[in-house]
C-alpha cells in the first residue's frame, strides 16, 4: 500500500480549497493499493486557511499563527490510520508519494519561513514522520513511476 498526499490525487484540501492533481500520481494511484491523505486536515486545520511554512522548526502561517502542534498532530495521526489501514488490509506500506515542498509533505526541500518562494534543505512534518518510520518518500517531482 502507497500513501499518497491526496491534493495530488485531485482532492481539494491544499490551503487554498484547490489541490495540486498531478496526471502520473492519478495513473499510478488507478494501478496500486494506496490510501489518499491529508495530514494539515488530519491535524484539525481547515480549507481554506493561510498559508503555512516551517521556519526554526516551527510551523507559521503567513498571518503569524504558530499552527505547529496541529501539523505533528496531524502527522503522527495520519501515519497511524495508514499503519493500520496496511494491516488491515494485510499489504506492506512500500512508500508515499507526497507533494513537494509542503510543511507538511515536502521531502529534501521545503520553503524557508519568509513566504518568498525560497528553498532550503528539510521535510515537511509528514514526511519527517514517515521517513522516522522508515517508508521510503518520494515527490510528484520524482516521477513518473509504474
Same mark, same amino acid.
Given at each position: 500500500?502507497y @500513501?499518497?498526499?491526496?491534493c /495530488? /490525487?485531485g482532492?481539494?484540501c491544499?490551503?487554498? !480549497? !484547490?489541490?495540486n492533481?498531478?496526471?502520473?500520481?492519478c495513473d499510478f494511484a488507478s =494501478?496500486?493499493?494506496?490510501?489518499?491523505?491529508?495530514?494539515?486536515? #488530519?491535524?484539525?486545520?481547515l480549507v481554506p486557511?493561510s498559508? #503555512?511554512?516551517?521556519?526554526?522548526g516551527?510551523?507559521?502561517? =503567513?498571518d503569524g499563527?504558530d499552527?505547529?502542534?496541529?501539523?505533528e498532530?496531524?502527522a503522527i495521526n495520519t501515519?497511524n490510520?495508514?499503519?493500520?489501514? #496496511?494491516?488491515l488490509?494485510?499489504?506492506?506500506l512500500?512508500? #508515499? $508519494?507526497?507533494?513537494?515542498?509542503?510543511?507538511?509533505c515536502?521531502?529534501g526541500k $521545503?520553503?524557508? !519561513?519568509?513566504f518568498?518562494g525560497?528553498?532550503v534543505d528539510?521535510? !515537511? $512534518?509528514?514526511?519527517?514522520?514517515? =521517513?522516522r518510520n522508515?517508508v =521510503?518518500?518520494?515527490t510528484?517531482?520524482?516521477?513518473p @513511476?509504474?
Amino acid at each position: 500500500m502507497y @500513501i499518497i498526499s491526496g491534493c /495530488l /490525487l485531485g482532492v481539494n484540501c491544499k490551503y487554498n !480549497g !484547490g489541490n495540486n492533481r498531478c496526471d502520473w500520481v492519478c495513473d499510478f494511484a488507478s =494501478k496500486h493499493s494506496h490510501l489518499a491523505v491529508c495530514p494539515e486536515t #488530519a491535524g484539525g486545520l481547515l480549507v481554506p486557511r493561510s498559508p #503555512a511554512e516551517i521556519k526554526d522548526g516551527r510551523v507559521i502561517t =503567513k498571518d503569524g499563527e504558530d499552527v505547529t502542534a496541529q501539523f505533528e498532530r496531524g502527522a503522527i495521526n495520519t501515519f497511524n490510520v495508514a499503519a493500520t489501514e #496496511a494491516v488491515l488490509r494485510e499489504e506492506p506500506l512500500e512508500g #508515499a $508519494i507526497l507533494k513537494s515542498r509542503s510543511p507538511s509533505c515536502g521531502c529534501g526541500k $521545503i520553503y524557508d !519561513g519568509t513566504f518568498t518562494g525560497t528553498l532550503v534543505d528539510g521535510d !515537511g $512534518i509528514f514526511a519527517a514522520e514517515v =521517513k522516522r518510520n522508515c517508508v =521510503k518518500v518520494m515527490t510528484e517531482e520524482d516521477g513518473p @513511476i509504474e
